[in-house]
């Protein structure tokens, strides 16, 4: 599917199918009033990413709230969406955008086109062609604003860019576990390294035994897969900053002996969303040429049950030399993170260290399954991260405080620390808490921890969202990689 900008008025663009914004439910707009009886016996009230297709009339009406790019993404998404199983191959739609210098919207609109239009056929015997071919962009302005054509290209090319590893990770996160392991996530690491001229370091069982990190490994043991460390790096000539990534890789959590029961364990190739994000922002930083040096690493683990499975009650050794009285083998995220967490400490100096991972529950139940969670110690960085997401990107975001009387839940009294806490609540800040052990002291206030277990996936497609996997926290993370840069020019 390909996405072009076009310098005509949309009368002059030939396309089957025109898409228009009904933003702020104004039916008065040019672009709609001759619509607006036909839309009323409809029954279109033109809410937030509701669609009507007018197929005679070759328009297809979405209701947007606002200007905001938060609300055209989702509108566009969700519009293009509603006619992707339709026999059309190609639509045209206005620039929407609400002041005439911004570009912020511009790019939401393509983002919402690219992200709109993703499907996951592959599994499919008989999967059908896709129909969209191509969706142009007009310079008509809905409500004339005029940008420099040079801005706008330049914010669709950043906005695709930026969808498609938003898409690649969908793709990730969406195969199924006995396709993507493991060894399936470092090769796609490496082929993903050689098409961006990212540095790629993989550890197979041998070596991560030999750098001592044996939480990771006793996560791993159960399964026919061996784990693996995978270290990915970009490095522009003039770095702004240095930042590590640290991805929870759990191509399959089960629970491990601590067995999760079926309709919790149905979904749980999710759980390799973390590391697939890393993948994704890896793959936008080089596309975008960010000034940013980016290391990303991954713990590719798969969390299975077995004879020489670890247990509860197992005393762990991690890398750092703390032990872990192993509680519960299904809160194995925090095990994996714990070593790689060490691991990418040990090998950069950064200025700035994010992990991201599905790693609880209760961090869904607090906050809903479409919002993440973020927690640090660094209260600069953590509204630096809120912004990014809630207003540039459009993800959803929420802070989760740290509280110090919720640590003494993880006292174990045979090892340092227990790997689940003793109470049943504040589940998402005691893993954060569990992570900081591992977290040096220097670097205690570099540090954010991202829990995007709820909108990691999705039962059923919202905003621009689709069903399975969402990408979720690429988009964030690069806003924030952005302002990162942009604040040290
Ligand atoms: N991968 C899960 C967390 C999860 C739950 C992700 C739901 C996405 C949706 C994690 O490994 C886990 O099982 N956590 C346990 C921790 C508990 C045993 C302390 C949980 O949240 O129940
Ligand atoms: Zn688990
Ligand atoms: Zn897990």
């Not at 706008?152 to 860019?161: G, H, P, Q, S």
């Not at 207003?391 to 689940?420: C, F, Q």
Request: charged letters at 25%.
């Amino acid at each position: 599917m390909e996405i072009k900008y076009i310098t005509k008025p949309l009368s002059e663009i030939e396309a089957e199918l025109e898409l228009v914004l009904v933003v702020e439910k104004n039916f008065e707009h040019p672009f709609v009033k001759d619509y607006k009886k036909t839309l009323e016996v409809l029954g279109f009230s033109g809410n937030q990413d509701e669609t009507a297709l007018l197929i005679e009339s070759k328009k297809l009406f979405v209701g947007c709230d606002s200007l905001k790019g938060k609300d055209i993404r989702s509108a566009i998404a969700s519009a293009i969406r509603s006619i992707l199983d339709k026999d059309i191959a190609s639509v045209k739609l206005a620039t929407y955008t609400n002041y005439d210098k911004c570009t912020a919207s511009i790019k939401a609109l393509a983002e919402g086109l690219a992200l709109g239009s993703y499907s996951f056929t592959i599994y499919k015997s008989q999967p059908k062609e896709p129909k969209l071919q191509t969706i142009y962009i007009s310079n008509e302005s809905y409500n004339d604003k005029n940008i420099e054509e040079s801005k706008i290209k330049d914010a669709i090319t950043r906005a695709l860019n930026i969808a498609q590893a938003v898409n690649f990770v969908r793709d990730i996160v969406n195969t199924p576990p006995d396709d993507f392991y493991p060894k399936i996530m470092a090769k796609t690491a490496k082929d993903l390294a050689k098409e961006n001229n990212l540095e790629c370091e993989i550890l197979k069982e041998e070596e991560i035994k030999e750098e001592g990190m044996n939480a990771l490994l006793a996560v791993a043991r159960a399964s026919r897969h061996e784990p693996r460390v995978i270290h990915l790096s970009y490095k522009p000539k003039n770095p702004k900053a240095v930042v590590s990534i640290i991805g929870k890789g759990l191509t399959y959590d089960s629970g491990g002996l601590s067995l999760k029961p079926s309709n919790f364990m149905l979904t749980m190739k999710l759980d390799k969303s973390g590391g697939a994000a890393v993948l994704g922002i890896l793959q936008a930083v080089s596309a975008l040429g960010l000034d940013i040096e980016v290391h990303g690493f991954i713990g590719a683990v798969e969390n299975m049950i077995g004879g020489n499975a670890y247990k509860p009650d197992d005393v762990l050794t991690a890398k750092n030399g703390k032990t872990i009285e192993v509680k519960n083998t299904d809160a194995e995220g925090r095990l994996v993170l714990a070593d790689v967490l060490c691991y990418a400490q040990e090998k950069v100096k950064a200025d700035v260290i994010i992990d991201i991972a599905t790693l609880t529950g209760a961090c869904v139940v607090g906050l809903g399954e479409y919002t993440f969670g973020v927690m640090g110690k660094n209260e600069d960085l953590i509204d630096k991260m809120l912004h990014a997401a809630n207003i540039s990107a459009g993800e959803d975001a929420a802070y989760l405080p740290m509280n110090r009387h919720l640590k003494k839940g993880l006292k174990s009294t045979i090892a340092d620390i227990s790997n689940v806490s003793s109470s049943r609540y504040g589940g998402a800040i005691t893993a954060a808490m569990f992570l900081e052990e591992f977290i040096e002291e220097e670097n205690k206030d570099k540090w954010l921890h991202l829990d995007i277990a709820g909108p990691a996936f999705n039962d059923s497609a919202w905003g621009e969202n689709p069903a399975g996997g969402s990408g979720v926290p690429v988009r964030s993370v690069i806003s924030f990689l952005q302002k990162l840069q942009d604040n040290k020019h």
